[in-house]
């Protein structure tokens, strides 16, 4: 069998991924030569979105589904994505009537829309001063985690910090609602709410609920967002090959390659490659990097909307489960420790509130859900998820047409980065964002000269924002030391 040609370029990126993309799109505008190879069929990493094609008795015929991400906070907000503008690309970043709420039994839900003020005090006391200067908290939040932020806003950081921290604990003043609603937002870092990691990302995400484009839903859905990007990576004169999977870098010829994988994946493709001893340490570092709690995905093709029992929640784009604040904090403490919640918390997204195109024309509409369960777990969450639905919109199985459950051991079936259902690529806690994914000097750096690391797996961590591929462009254009940090 003759072997398959190298892949020559000045920039080679593996992984479509927004921030394999956001890399290459900068590279190729600066006039490098750019190649992105994608393993899939269709780019976007977790950023994709596909026919629901396989449904039972074709019942997802027409629809639309998210794989993985389908609410874009940050997408909003990165400097990346401000100065990429994806309103002048065609891209419409729908804001929902409601952008966020949290369901509960029993009572009416929590409701975040408008400003801080005219929210819960505790609300209003923690994101008011952080909602004026919105721009300055996701530009500390998304930058390289090695920059020294201004005395100002290290003041109000650090205010906030210690409200929302000592809430996390069930002290501090928070009024009942504030928890509540916060408590579902750090939950985002499938991490125990204790972690000051699970602190900031709660701060970042309930920050951007107040910035201009709050929590938006890309008109279409999130694979609009990489479409985008990839033309523009076009026309800019880079070039785009999926169904390449890389599993060794020693058919690639380039200056410099970047890796929008996980860890573990990059690690293993070292290992592959012909590495000299000091790299397979570092490698095997890589391999056995640190994952974090897993998420099972539950498709679900629903015949009308959701039969919520507060009717506001009909246009919530983001709906958040999982009960009261401390019932939240003890599910994630079990799925840290390797157990099923009885009650898990559950992300709900119901995409048509934004985007109306979502529905079909005899009504049927997808409703996106994560469960948050342990990593590698195998456990259907179908009736789990009906469960949860049920206690805040009961005789929701009357409209459910169709299911279809991804366990957190099959994610990475569909993108090799979220092996056993780990969608942050790590885990998320303290060390895991300051030591991203291991510690280094540079956290983009890998030690091997010209190859370096790019993903949810670098600071700022995961989400749709683009800044790693944007902090690795701006090394290899500014020409810095390619092994420099090495770990």
């Given at each position: 069998?003759?072997?398959?040609?190298?892949?020559?370029?000045?920039?080679?990126?593996?992984?479509?991924?927004?921030?394999?993309?956001?890399?290459?799109?900068?590279?190729?505008?600066?006039?490098?030569?750019?190649?992105v190879l994608e393993a899939e069929d269709?780019?976007?990493?977790?950023?994709?979105?596909?026919?629901?094609?396989?449904?039972?008795?074709?019942?997802?015929?027409?629809?639309?589904?998210?794989?993985?991400?389908?609410?874009?906070?940050?997408?909003?907000?990165?400097?990346?994505?401000?100065?990429?503008?994806?309103?002048?690309?065609?891209?419409?970043?729908?804001?929902?009537?409601?952008?966020?709420?949290?369901?509960?039994?029993?009572?009416?839900?929590?409701?975040?829309?408008?400003?801080?003020?005219?929210?819960?005090?505790?609300?209003?006391?923690?994101?008011?001063?952080?909602?004026?200067?919105?721009?300055?908290?996701?530009?500390?939040?998304?930058?390289?985690?090695?920059?020294?932020?201004?005395?100002?806003?290290?003041?109000?950081?650090?205010?906030?910090?210690?409200?929302?921290?000592?809430?996390?604990?069930?002290?501090?003043?928070?009024?009942?609602?504030?928890?509540?609603?916060?408590?579902?937002?750090?939950?985002?870092?499938?991490?125990?709410?204790?972690?000051?990691?699970?602190?900031?990302?709660?701060?970042?995400?309930?920050?951007?609920?107040?910035?201009?484009?709050?929590?938006?839903?890309?008109?279409?859905?999130?694979?609009?967002?990489?479409?985008?990007?990839?033309?523009?990576?076009?026309?800019?004169?880079?070039?785009?090959?999926?169904?390449?999977?890389?599993?060794?870098?020693?058919?690639?010829?380039?200056?410099?390659?970047?890796?929008?994988?996980?860890?573990?994946?990059?690690?293993?493709?070292?290992?592959?490659?012909?590495?000299?001893?000091?790299?397979?340490?570092?490698?095997?570092?890589?391999?056995?990097?640190?994952?974090?709690?897993?998420?099972?995905?539950?498709?679900?093709?629903?015949?009308?909307?959701?039969?919520?029992?507060?009717?506001?929640?009909?246009?919530?784009?983001?709906?958040?489960?999982?009960?009261?604040?401390?019932?939240?904090?003890?599910?994630?403490?079990?799925?840290?420790?390797?157990?099923?919640?009885?009650?898990?918390?559950?992300?709900?997204?119901?995409?048509?509130?934004?985007?109306?195109?979502?529905?079909?024309?005899?009504?049927?509409?997808?409703?996106?859900?994560?469960?948050?369960?342990?990593?590698?777990?195998?456990?259907?969450?179908?009736?789990?998820?009906?469960?949860?639905?049920?206690?805040?919109?009961?005789?929701?199985?009357?409209?459910?047409?169709?299911?279809?459950?991804?366990?957190?051991?099959?994610?990475?079936?569909?993108?090799?980065?979220?092996?056993?259902?780990?969608?942050?690529?790590?885990?998320?806690?303290?060390?895991?964002?300051?030591?991203?994914?291991v510690p280094r000097v540079d956290p983009?750096?890998?030690?091997?000269?010209?190859?370096?690391?790019?993903?949810?797996?670098?600071?700022?961590?995961?989400?749709?924002?683009?800044?790693?591929?944007?902090?690795?462009?701006?090394?290899?254009?500014?020409?810095?030391?390619?092994?420099?940090?090495?770990?």
């Open positions: 069998m003759t072997a398959p040609r190298p892949v020559r370029a000045d920039v080679v990126v593996v992984g479509s991924g927004p921030n394999g993309l956001a890399a290459a799109l900068l590279c190729a505008r600066a006039g490098r030569t750019v190649v269709t780019i976007g990493g977790g950023c994709r979105t596909l026919p629901m094609d396989g449904m039972p008795g074709d019942a997802g015929a027409g629809l639309l589904v998210d794989l993985c991400s389908a609410v874009h906070p940050m997408a909003g907000a990165s400097p990346f994505f401000r100065e990429f503008d994806p309103r002048a690309h065609g891209i419409d970043l729908a804001r929902p009537p409601v952008q966020l709420a949290h369901a509960l039994p029993g009572r009416d839900a929590v409701l975040a829309e408008g400003r801080p003020g005219s929210m819960s005090p505790g609300w209003s006391r923690l994101f008011g001063p952080l909602a004026r200067h919105w721009d300055e908290v996701a530009g500390i939040a998304l930058s390289d985690q090695r920059t020294v932020p201004p005395p100002a806003t290290t003041t109000r950081l650090a205010a906030a910090f210690a409200l929302a921290h000592a809430g996390a604990r069930g002290a501090g003043t928070l009024d009942r609602d504030a928890r509540t609603l916060f408590a579902g937002i750090a939950a985002h870092a499938v991490t125990p709410l204790r972690s000051p990691a699970a602190t900031a990302v709660g701060l970042l995400l309930g920050t951007l609920l107040h910035a201009p484009a709050g929590w938006p839903v890309p008109v279409g859905g999130s694979g609009a967002l990489t479409e985008a990007l990839a033309a523009a990576v076009r026309d800019a004169g880079g070039e785009i090959r999926t169904g390449h999977r890389v599993t060794s870098l020693d058919r690639i010829d380039a200056r410099d390659i970047v890796m929008d994988t996980s860890s573990r994946v990059l690690g293993g493709i070292l290992l592959a490659s012909s590495p000299s001893p000091a790299t397979a340490r570092r490698a095997r570092r890589l391999v056995h990097a640190r994952i974090g709690g897993g998420a099972a995905k539950v498709d679900l093709v629903l015949s009308g909307p959701v039969p919520w029992r507060d009717p506001r929640l009909s246009g919530a784009g983001t709906v958040h489960l999982g009960g009261t604040a401390p019932e939240i904090a003890q599910a994630e403490h079990q799925v840290a420790a390797g157990r099923h919640p009885d009650r898990p918390v559950v992300l709900v997204s119901q995409p048509w509130a934004a985007d109306p195109g979502r529905i079909a024309p005899d009504g049927r509409r997808p409703l996106w859900t994560y469960a948050h369960v342990p990593a590698g777990s195998d456990r259907d969450m179908t009736d789990t998820v009906l469960a949860a639905l049920d206690e805040v919109a009961p005789g929701v199985r009357d409209v459910v047409v169709a299911a279809r459950s991804t366990p957190a051991s099959r994610m990475a079936e569909h993108n090799a980065n979220y092996a056993g259902g780990d969608i942050a690529a790590g885990r998320v806690d303290l060390r895991g964002l300051l030591a991203r994914p983009y750096a890998t030690g091997v000269p010209g190859i370096w690391h790019a993903s949810a797996s670098t600071p700022p961590g995961p989400g749709v924002h683009g800044m790693a591929g944007q902090h690795v462009a701006r090394r290899i254009l500014t020409g810095r030391r390619r092994t420099t940090g090495a770990g």
